[in-house]
C-alpha cells in the first residue's frame, strides 16, 4: 500500500506530520494527554467547510428557489454543533420532542424546524405542537385522529403546519436497517415510515379539512449512500416531483419538497462516493422543469455535515495474541462510543494509529473494546503497523451517530468530547 492509499482520510481536519496523527493541526497523542481518553474530538472547521461545501452544490446547481439545509441533529445534537449551523443559517430536522427542545435551546427559531417523528404518542405531539410556527410532518394516515384532538384539546386556534413524509415506493441505505423507504427493506422488514403513495393525497385532504396548514411533502430513502444508489436514489427525486405536481393539480399549494438526508464522507478506503454535487443539481434541475409553483427545496444531512469532523481516541490496554490472532485491546467499548459496527454489520470506520501511521510489516489488527460482548469490535483483522500497549488509536468518522447513539451498556460511561 502506498502512502497516499494509506492515507486517504488526510484533509485539513486529520492530517499526519512526522508520522504521527494531527486533529485540526495539533497532534493527536498531545490532545489525548491533555483531556484523556476516551475522547471524542470534533472539528469546528471541518463542520462548517462541511455545510458550506453543501451550500456551494446549491449555488453551483442554479435556480431560484430558496433552499434549506436542513441539519439531522440525531446524528449529533451537541448543543455547540447546533449553536454552529444555527448561525449558519441552517434548518432543523427534529425526530423527537428532546431534539425539538434542544434545538429551540441552542437558538433555532421554530419555522426552522421539521419535526419528523415515527409512532407519536400523545405526549410527543404536545410537546411538538408547543413551539408556534414548527412544522409536523405526518407519518400516516392513522396518526391524524390523535393530532386533531391534542389539537383541539391543547391548541386550539393554531393553525399547525403541517408536511407529510410519503414513501415513495423505493428505498436506499448501507445496511438494510438503514433504509428508510420501500414496502421491505433489504432483509424483508416491512417499513414502517412514511404514507404509502395511495393515501397521500388522502392525508392531505385530511390535514385540511381538521384545519392543519398542509405546506410539504417529505422523503427520507435511507442512510448511508455510496456511489451505486444513484441511480435509485434520482428515480425517488423524480417520483417525489410527479407526485408534488398531482397534489398541485388537486389544488394543494406545497411551500417546500424536503429530500431528506442519506449522503455523506467515505467511511473506508474502497467506498464509492456518493455524488452529492450531482444529486443535488439533479434535485434543482427536476423541480425546475416540472414548473411547480413551490418556494424552496430542503435536504436534511446528518453524516454529511458531522461524520467526518469527529474521532474517537482510544488507548491501547495491552496487545494480545489468540490462536494467531492480533487483538489491540483498547479502553473502552463500541456500545459506548462509536456504536455503528456493533449496531450494523455493514458499519465500517477506518482506524488509525496515531502515534505511528504508517510503517512497514504491517499486520492484521482487530480493535476490540472492553465490554462483555463478542461483537464488540471497532475493527476487524484490519492491515497496520503492529500497536503496542498505550499507543493512542483513533477511530475515524466518529462525528455522527456516535456519542448520539452510545450508551451506558456495562456501567461504562460515554467519553467526554472536546471541540476544537
Ligand atoms: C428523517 C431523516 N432525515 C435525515 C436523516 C439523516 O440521514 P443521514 O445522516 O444519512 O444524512 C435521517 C437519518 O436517519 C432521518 O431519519
Given at each position: 500500500m502506498n502512502e497516499s492509499r494509506a492515507m486517504w482520510w488526510a484533509n485539513e481536519f486529520l492530517n499526519v506530520e512526522q508520522n504521527e496523527l494531527t486533529i485540526a493541526g495539533r497532534n493527536a497523542r498531545a490532545v489525548a494527554e491533555r483531556d484523556g481518553t476516551p475522547l471524542y474530538v470534533y472539528g469546528r472547521a471541518r463542520i462548517l467547510q462541511n455545510y458550506e461545501t453543501i451550500r456551494r452544490h446549491f449555488v453551483a446547481a442554479g435556480g431560484d428557489l430558496e433552499t434549506r439545509i436542513s441539519y439531522a441533529a440525531k446524528a449529533n445534537p451537541h448543543p455547540r454543533i447546533l449553536k454552529l449551523l444555527e448561525g449558519q443559517g441552517a434548518w432543523l430536522d427534529a425526530v423527537s420532542p428532546g431534539e425539538v427542545r434542544t434545538a429551540l435551546e441552542a437558538g433555532f427559531p421554530a419555522r426552522r424546524i421539521l419535526y419528523t417523528g415515527t409512532s407519536v404518542s400523545e405526549d410527543d405531539l404536545k410537546a411538538v405542537f408547543a413551539p408556534d410556527g414548527i412544522t409536523v410532518n405526518i407519518d400516516a394516515l392513522e396518526q391524524m385522529d390523535l393530532m386533531k384532538e391534542v389539537r383541539d384539546r391543547w391548541f386550539r386556534r393554531r393553525r399547525i403546519r403541517v408536511a407529510v413524509r410519503?414513501?415513495?415506493?423505493?428505498?436506499?441505505?448501507?445496511?438494510?436497517?438503514?433504509?428508510?423507504?420501500?414496502?421491505?427493506s433489504a432483509d424483508g422488514t416491512p417499513v414502517k415510515f412514511g404514507v404509502e403513495a395511495a393515501k397521500v393525497g388522502r392525508v392531505f385532504g385530511k390535514a385540511a379539512r381538521f384545519g392543519f396548514l398542509p405546506v410539504g411533502l417529505h422523503q427520507h430513502l435511507g442512510s448511508g449512500w455510496v456511489r451505486e444508489d444513484f441511480p435509485a436514489v434520482k428515480e425517488a427525486?423524480?417520483?417525489?416531483?410527479?407526485?408534488?405536481?398531482?397534489?398541485?393539480?388537486?389544488?394543494?399549494?406545497?411551500?417546500?419538497?424536503?429530500?431528506?438526508?442519506?449522503?455523506?464522507?467515505?467511511?473506508?478506503?474502497?467506498?464509492?462516493?456518493?455524488?452529492?454535487?450531482?444529486?443535488?443539481r439533479h434535485?434543482?434541475?427536476?423541480?425546475?422543469?416540472?414548473?411547480?409553483?413551490?418556494?424552496?427545496?430542503?435536504?436534511?444531512?446528518?453524516?454529511?455535515?458531522?461524520?467526518?469532523?469527529?474521532?474517537?481516541?482510544?488507548?491501547?490496554?495491552?496487545?494480545?495474541?489468540?490462536?494467531?490472532?492480533?487483538?489491540?485491546?483498547?479502553?473502552?467499548?463500541?456500545?459506548?462510543?462509536?456504536?455503528?459496527?456493533?449496531?450494523?454489520?455493514?458499519?465500517?470506520?477506518?482506524?488509525?494509529?496515531?502515534?505511528?501511521?504508517?510503517?512497514?510489516?504491517?499486520?492484521?489488527?482487530?480493535?476490540?473494546?472492553?465490554?462483555?460482548?463478542?461483537?464488540?469490535?471497532?475493527?476487524?483483522?484490519?492491515?497496520?503497523?503492529?500497536?503496542?500497549?498505550?499507543?493512542?488509536?483513533?477511530?475515524?468518522?466518529?462525528?455522527g451517530y456516535s456519542r448520539s447513539m452510545a450508551s451506558r451498556y456495562n456501567s461504562r460511561p460515554i467519553p467526554k468530547d472536546l471541540i476544537i
Open positions: 410519503w414513501n415513495p415506493g423505493l428505498g436506499r441505505g448501507f445496511s438494510p436497517r438503514a433504509v428508510t423507504a420501500g414496502e421491505r427525486v423524480r417520483r417525489m416531483v410527479r407526485k408534488a405536481g398531482v397534489l398541485e393539480q388537486r389544488g394543494f399549494r406545497l411551500e417546500f419538497l424536503d429530500f431528506g438526508g442519506g449522503f455523506g464522507p467515505r467511511f473506508y478506503r474502497t467506498q464509492g462516493l456518493f455524488p452529492a454535487a450531482d444529486y443535488i434535485i434543482v434541475r427536476t423541480v425546475a422543469k416540472a414548473g411547480l409553483s413551490i418556494k424552496a427545496v430542503a435536504v436534511e444531512p446528518g453524516k454529511a455535515l458531522v461524520a467526518d469532523a469527529g474521532v474517537l481516541l482510544l488507548r491501547v490496554v495491552y496487545v494480545k495474541k489468540s490462536y494467531g490472532h492480533v487483538i489491540a485491546c483498547v479502553n473502552a467499548g463500541t456500545f459506548n462510543t462509536v456504536p455503528r459496527p456493533a449496531v450494523y454489520a455493514q458499519a465500517s470506520h477506518e482506524i488509525v494509529n496515531a502515534d505511528r501511521v504508517d510503517g512497514p510489516n504491517k499486520v492484521r489488527v482487530t480493535v476490540a473494546g472492553h465490554l462483555c460482548e463478542t461483537g464488540d469490535v471497532f475493527g476487524k483483522e484490519r492491515l497496520m503497523p503492529m500497536p503496542r500497549r498505550g499507543d493512542i488509536l483513533a477511530v475515524l468518522c466518529a462525528g
